[in-house]
């Protein structure tokens, strides 16, 4: 008998035992009408079910699959060797990837935005973790790089010439969403968009921080090459290193504490410093579309001007996102977080990570990796919406004029 006639008996309950573990001889392929069957019956998911990929993706390790190609790949980095404070990061990939379980392709449309990111132009791929070693930052450091640069350099399934996908500087280019990891992988991150784009990058940066700290901030005396390698020291290294546009970059979030006793750490000259700032505390003043207004008065709308979003988790509010690596009190809600996300889709983003979140400090609703699953989903409706080819409206899908008819009118909710 036929290998899939077998197979095939009572149509199993797990359709795709008959696909992939069959080795057909010639005549023995499972005929259409079944394998349509079987489709028609099995194949759908719950969010609670299935493999813990991002948002249910199909996981594929595409750092050994060459041939694989995507608009947008979900890349893990679970590294956590350079911390200050407390380690665990190198498990927020897992933790984000399942709490992302309630994305699915047919349940996400972002009403915010009014387009489904999973069912639209584009291509998404969960392209699995780079595999770090935990014993040597160096080697670390290095896997990262080549990592981005490989994955960041394949062409995009969306060419060039499409309606569809980015125009400008990215257009037909791949972009990455990592999911960290410790907040030190943004700079392997950022070399390998510097090669790719051969320009400094603009970075926009939400943080409770401003991770622009000379590495001699952490010890003047043990000090070595490599550790100037770390969470809080990255932008310095990258801004030296000539990998940031100094004048149109903006840190936003910031209420850190500083070191000795004066600014210093605002004011010492250096190119780290070329970043605008924005701390928590002015949306009390501003509001979070005051906020949005003055990182687009900063960072503009430039197609030619590549923008990395680099998200710690930590610049929401602990009470909203316990579990992470460095938390500080007096936080943005994950409310008014997202509507800051929403009012920056139109921003050039080339790249974007969320990291710090470590689950081991989360709480028993895993709100942080709750938060972070929903960042990144954001950020990737942002992607996709950009390069939708028509204009589909700003929040909750309102086009421009019916936003001014409304505020006319006097009924503007928004």
Same mark, same amino acid.
């Given at each position: 008998?036929?290998?899939?006639?077998?197979?095939?008996?009572?149509?199993?309950?797990?359709?795709?035992?008959?696909?992939?573990?069959?080795?057909?001889?010639?005549?023995?392929?499972?005929?259409?009408?079944?394998?349509?069957?079987?489709?028609?019956?099995?194949?759908?998911?719950?969010?609670?079910?299935?493999?813990?990929?991002?948002?249910?993706?199909?996981?594929?390790?595409?750092?050994?699959?060459?041939?694989?190609?995507?608009?947008?790949?979900?890349?893990?980095?679970?590294?956590?060797?350079?911390?200050?404070?407390?380690?665990?990061?190198?498990?927020?990939?897992?933790?984000?990837?399942?709490?992302?379980?309630?994305?699915?392709?047919?349940?996400?449309?972002?009403?915010?935005?009014?387009?489904?990111?999973?069912?639209?132009?584009?291509?998404?791929?969960?392209?699995?973790?780079?595999?770090?070693?935990?014993?040597?930052?160096?080697?670390?450091?290095?896997?990262?790089?080549?990592?981005?640069?490989?994955?960041?350099?394949?062409?995009?399934?969306?060419?060039?010439?499409?309606?569809?996908?980015?125009?400008?500087?990215?257009?037909?280019?791949?972009?990455?969403?990592?999911?960290?990891?410790?907040?030190?992988?943004?700079?392997?991150?950022?070399?390998?968009?510097?090669?790719?784009?051969?320009?400094?990058?603009?970075?926009?940066?939400?943080?409770?921080? %401003? &991770?622009?700290?000379? /590495? =001699?901030?952490? !010890?003047?005396?043990?000090?070595?090459?490599?550790? +100037?390698?770390?969470? *809080?020291?990255?932008?310095?290294?990258?801004?030296?290193?000539?990998?940031?546009?100094?004048?149109?970059?903006?840190?936003?979030?910031?209420?850190?504490?500083?070191?000795?006793?004066?600014?210093?750490?605002?004011?010492?000259?250096?190119?780290?410093?070329?970043?605008?700032?924005?701390?928590?505390?002015?949306?009390?003043?501003?509001?979070?579309?005051?906020?949005?207004?003055?990182?687009?008065?900063?960072?503009? %709308? &430039?197609?030619?001007? /590549? =923008?990395?979003? !680099?998200?710690?988790?930590?610049?929401?509010?602990? +009470?909203?996102?316990? *579990?992470?690596?460095?938390?500080?009190?007096?936080?943005?809600?994950?409310?008014?977080?997202?509507?800051?996300?929403?009012?920056?889709?139109?921003?050039?983003?080339?790249?974007?990570?969320?990291?710090?979140?470590?689950?081991?400090?989360?709480?028993?609703?895993?709100?942080?990796?709750?938060?972070?699953?929903?960042?990144?989903?954001?950020?990737?409706?942002?992607?996709?919406?950009?390069?939708?080819?028509?204009? %589909?409206?700003?929040?909750?899908?309102?086009?421009?004029?019916?936003?001014?008819?409304?505020?006319?009118?006097?009924?503007?909710?928004?």
């Amino acid at each position: 008998m036929p290998h899939w006639k077998s197979a095939l008996v009572g149509l199993l309950a797990v359709a795709g035992t008959a696909f992939s573990h069959a080795h057909h001889d010639d005549g023995d392929v499972v005929p259409e009408h079944l394998r349509a069957q079987l489709l028609k019956k099995w194949d759908q998911e719950w969010s609670f079910s299935g493999i813990a990929s991002f948002a249910h993706l199909k996981p594929v390790k595409c750092l050994i699959e060459p041939d694989e190609f995507y608009d947008i790949a979900i890349i893990g980095a679970p590294f956590d060797t350079a911390v200050s404070y407390r380690p665990g990061a190198r498990f927020g990939p897992r933790a984000i990837r399942a709490a992302s379980a309630r994305q699915m392709a047919a349940t996400s449309y972002n009403t915010r935005a009014g387009i489904n990111p999973y069912s639209s132009w584009a291509t998404i791929k969960d392209c699995g973790d780079i595999p770090i070693t935990p014993f040597d930052n160096g080697v670390a450091e290095r896997q990262m790089y080549e990592a981005f640069l490989e994955l960041g350099s394949r062409p995009a399934v969306t060419t060039s010439d499409s309606k569809y996908g980015s125009k400008g500087i990215s257009a037909g280019k791949a972009k990455l969403v990592t999911l960290g990891g410790d907040h030190s992988v943004a700079l392997p991150a950022l070399r390998a968009l510097y090669q790719i784009y051969q320009k400094p990058i603009t970075v926009l940066h939400f943080d409770a921080h %401003l &991770d622009t700290w000379n /590495p =001699v901030r952490y !010890s003047a005396y043990w000090v070595s090459e490599q550790s +100037a390698f770390n969470h *809080g020291s990255f932008f310095h290294k990258a801004s030296r290193e000539g990998l940031i546009c100094n004048s149109t970059s903006a840190h936003a979030g910031l209420r850190t504490r500083l070191t000795g006793v004066t600014d210093s750490d605002y004011t010492n000259p250096g190119p780290e410093q070329g970043f605008m700032r924005i701390h928590a505390d002015d949306i009390d003043d501003l509001g979070p579309m005051g906020v949005v207004d003055k990182i687009i008065q900063r960072i503009g %709308l &430039d197609p030619e001007q /590549p =923008v990395y979003l !680099s998200v710690d988790i930590d610049v929401l509010d602990p +009470a909203t996102a316990p *579990g992470t690596g460095t938390p500080e009190p007096g936080g943005w809600t994950t409310r008014e977080f997202i509507r800051m996300l929403r009012g920056i889709e139109k921003l050039n983003i080339v790249g974007a990570d969320i990291v710090e979140v470590s689950p081991s400090y989360d709480n028993k609703g895993e709100t942080t990796a709750l938060a972070a699953a929903q960042v990144a989903f954001e950020i990737i409706t942002s992607i996709v919406k950009a390069g939708a080819g028509e204009e %589909l409206g700003g929040w909750y899908g309102l086009k421009e004029e019916q936003v001014e008819s409304a505020k006319k009118a006097g009924k503007d909710e928004l």
